[in-house]
């Protein structure tokens, strides 16, 4: 289905009887025609509710203001957190990563193919390793190494946000082996998705597969949330497993951690992108 003219409307508020005839009935004024809805309550009683319609109208750009005056109006009744995107502006990402390249090759190739609905604005690295890679796809590389000293980290991330700030809609950590300082999070103006292995807290550190080999893991997963101050304690988006054997080899145990984690977060980004994600405190609701 073609996005022009199409829009997609997330809502969240307390639960409580008129919310979808209100939303339904301001989009019905306008003209719009909702093509989908989904909708999710914690409790029937007392409980938050999520919504989120897609719709289409003619004319959207010039319908935008008097739809969203009037969306506004039931936001105050039902004092609604709520959002209006347009289906068709495809979401800026920037993608950062240090040496491993399984998720950022996954993202490069899915967006290639049409499987992705963003677009990949550039690749930020600290080391130089998959210029040639990333470059293969038309996609711009930025090495910023750390360099050394006291200053070092601070003049690294500023560098970094001075080529975002205003020109991205996302920010992707594709294995990007860096802490990320409260600063630069707080700065940046985008949301950050992270990816890493699900054996933390358990392996903290290098050579977790080796670790989880020596304990005898029989599952190995990933999990792809937001980033936080609380660096890996942000609103999950999605996880995954695959099973293990006492046979695999610790490499054996990586190579399948890299496919799920590449599958993982290719996942998390196409929700993102496809604005289905709500965030509900420290958790998150798919719809």
């Not at 985008?190 to 054996?199: G, Q």
């Not at 190995?220 to 988006?237: N, S």
């Amino acid at each position: 289905m073609s996005q022009t003219d199409t829009a997609r409307l997330l809502i969240a508020c307390d639960d409580q009887p008129g919310i979808v005839a209100a939303v339904a009935g301001a989009l019905a004024s306008h003209g719009a025609n909702i093509i989908s809805l989904d909708q999710h309550s914690t409790d029937a009683a007392g409980g938050r509710f999520f919504q989120r319609t897609v719709l289409h109208l003619d004319g959207l750009a010039a319908a935008r203001p008097a739809l969203e005056a009037t969306l506004g109006e039931v936001g105050e009744r039902f004092d609604m957190e709520w959002s209006l995107h347009d289906a068709s502006r495809r979401k800026r990402v920037a993608i950062f990563v240090s040496k491993y390249d399984h998720c950022l090759l996954e993202l490069l190739w899915r967006q290639q193919r049409g499987q992705l609905d963003i677009d990949i604005t550039m690749v930020i690295s600290n080391h130089p390793d998959l210029a040639d890679s990333v470059r293969a796809f038309g996609v711009p590389f930025m090495h910023i190494s750390r360099g050394t000293g006291d200053d070092a980290k601070h003049a690294m991330e500023q560098r970094q946000l001075e080529l975002l700030q205003g020109n991205v809609d996302l920010v992707v950590l594709a294995r990007y082996m860096q802490i990320l300082t409260d600063d630069f999070i707080e700065q940046v103006g985008a949301p950050i998705i992270n990816i890493h292995h699900s054996f933390l807290p358990a392996f903290i550190g290098a050579n977790p597969y080796a670790r989880a080999k020596e304990r005898g893991v029989k599952l190995i997963g990933a999990t792809a949330h937001y980033a936080t101050a609380d660096l890996d304690e942000g609103p999950i988006i999605e996880q995954d497993v695959t099973r293990a054997s006492h046979a695999d080899s610790a490499a054996e145990l990586q190579s399948r951690g890299a496919d799920v984690e590449r599958q993982v977060l290719a996942r998390a980004v196409q929700w993102h992108a496809e604005d289905r994600v709500i965030v509900h405190g420290h958790s998150t609701v798919i719809l």
